[in-house]
């Protein structure tokens, strides 16, 4: 534990809230910038003397209890709360399961992509953002209960698998292939997390395809630049496919693009005008 540096971590962190961030009245003769420091004992429900002790570095080792109601109180971020979980010689526990909370900007970027189709995958494949153009091409996960918006189950569970089609043949093999790669590592990082278990139960007994890419412990899968779908209404459509990794919240935003003046662009800008609609069923 460093006390001189958990002191002035504490301090610098409470000299920046105002009352007004967390609900509280300013108040006259306010003299010091940020909050008092009976405000954020109060706001982290521990003593003002055992605070104090805390920022003057003179308290002992605080427990996991008041390390969580600090983290509160002073609003910090997750590489902050890291930060101050070392500082008190009590490294955070890594998370349970994967997470499933986007960032604000994450989902801003995907409505600012309406020409391309983006989604973001929690570690375990779990569809948790998409926008309109990815509903449009491959299903609005958002009408779907929140077990069946994960992509592995839709692609290999699903009994509808053999009429959506959603990759081709040679492309199935690669998702497959890598998918099977990063739920592994996904399930050695939460080993404790249920879903995760289920997920990977599931697929084995339900998916032979599955099951014969997890037993080949192919772990040097390269991406393909490149993946057709098969819609529908549209066709085959060929899109580019990138990939770009959110470290700090274990998750992928996955972008399909067209090259400009390519059937692909057309098919896209098709399916834009078309959305979620099913023109093939009768009215």
């Known amino acids: 534990m460093d006390r001189r540096e958990l002191g002035g971590f504490l301090r610098s962190r409470r000299e920046r809230i105002t009352p007004a961030d967390v609900g509280l009245p300013a108040g006259p003769r306010r003299r010091t910038p940020g909050l008092r420091r009976e405000e954020v004992a109060q706001l982290a429900y521990i003593s003002t003397e055992y605070y104090t002790r805390l920022e003057q570095a003179r308290g002992p080792r605080p427990s996991r209890e008041v390390l969580a109601g600090l983290t509160r109180a002073l609003r910090l971020s997750g590489a902050e709360r890291a930060h101050l979980h070392y500082l008190a010689g009590a490294p955070p526990a890594p998370p349970s399961g994967p997470s499933r909370e986007v960032r604000p900007s994450i989902l801003d970027l995907l409505r600012r992509l309406p020409h391309a189709v983006a989604l973001v995958l929690s570690a375990a494949y779990e569809v948790i953002a998409h926008n309109d153009l990815a509903a449009a091409l491959l299903e609005d996960f958002s009408a779907l209960p929140r077990r069946e918006r994960n992509f592995l189950r839709r692609t290999f569970l699903d009994s509808r698998v053999g009429e959506r089609q959603w990759y081709s043949r040679s492309g199935m093999d690669i998702f497959g292939r890598t998918a099977a790669r990063h ?101």
Not at 188 to 206: F, M, Q, S
Not at 214 to 220: E, G, I, K, V
């Open 183 to 283: 739920l592994r590592a996904a399930a050695a990082r939460y080993p404790d997390d249920p879903e995760v278990a289920t997920l990977v139960d599931d697929l084995l007994t339900g998916s032979a395809e599955f099951a014969r890419l997890w037993a080949a412990y192919d772990l040097s899968v390269e991406p393909a630049p490149h993946k057709t779908f098969r819609h529908p209404l549209i066709g085959p459509i060929t899109l580019n496919c990138d990939v770009l990794d959110i470290a700090d919240r274990d998750q992928r935003v996955v972008i399909y693009t067209a090259d400009p003046g390519s059937p692909a662009e057309e098919a896209l800008r098709l399916l834009s005008v078309i959305g979620t609609q099913r023109m093939d069923v009768p009215g």
